[in-house]
Structure formats: structure tokens, C-alpha cells
């Protein structure tokens, strides 16, 4: 059964950081792309940041220079730090694992920005 679970989600100040963790478990992990999405009340799922099997990592460009995707293997966990949050951050945060045959969700992380 695979499983990702999501966690580091909270409530954080504009300019703060947060870091998010999901760890994997039922698939082989080095062998799949890796990506988080985001979710605001009322706007459609976006594509925030994806990390290759090889390691490169991609973003969509209002995260860019704020937001890092890492991930360590032998743990099986993909991270996304976030540095200089803005309020329009405010979202669910959710980790894909995709092998470009199947794809997997996690639940999500509620992630607010407000002061």
C-alpha cells in the first residue's frame, strides 16, 4: 500500500519559513519524480515545485528564490522549504510521487500565512 504523508504544515507571520516533509512508503522511492502542489480556498490545484529522480528541481515562478525541494532517498522524503512567505502561500500543500505510469497523493498540509 503505498502511502505519503505530509507534515510541517502550521500557522506562520508574512516573511516567516516553514518546512514541509513527506515521506513515502510502498513504492521505490529513487524511482520516482517527486512534486509538491498547493490548493487555495477557491482556485484550482497549482504545481508549486517537482524534483526529479536525478535530483533537478523545477518551480513554478512565484515560488522561485523563496522555495527549495530536496529530497533525501534513503529516507524516503521529499521536503519543501519555504523562506519569505507571503499571505497568497496560504494553501493546502500536497506531495505527489509520479513514475510516469502511476501517480500518488498525499492528504495534505494546511499552510497559513497571516499575521
Known amino acids: 500500500q503505498v502511502q505519503l504523508v505530509e507534515s510541517g504544515g502550521g500557522l506562520v507571520q508574512p516573511g516567516g519559513s516553514l518546512r514541509l516533509s513527506c515521506a513515502a512508503s510502498g513504492i521505490i522511492f529513487e524511482l520516482y519524480n517527486m512534486g509538491w502542489y498547493r490548493q487555495a480556498p477557491g482556485k484550482q490545484r497549482e504545481l508549486v515545485a517537482t524534483i526529479s529522480r536525478g535530483g533537478t528541481a523545477d518551480y513554478v515562478d512565484s515560488v522561485k528564490g523563496r522555495f527549495t525541494i530536496s529530497r533525501d532517498n534513503p529516507k524516503n522524503t521529499v521536503y519543501l522549504q519555504m523562506n519569505s512567505l507571503k499571505s497568497e502561500d496560504t494553501a493546502v500543500y500536497y506531495c505527489?510521487?509520479?513514475?510516469?505510469?502511476?501517480?500518488?497523493w498525499g492528504q495534505g498540509t494546511q499552510v497559513t500565512v497571516s499575521s
Open positions: 505527489t510521487a509520479n513514475d510516469g505510469l502511476m501517480a500518488y
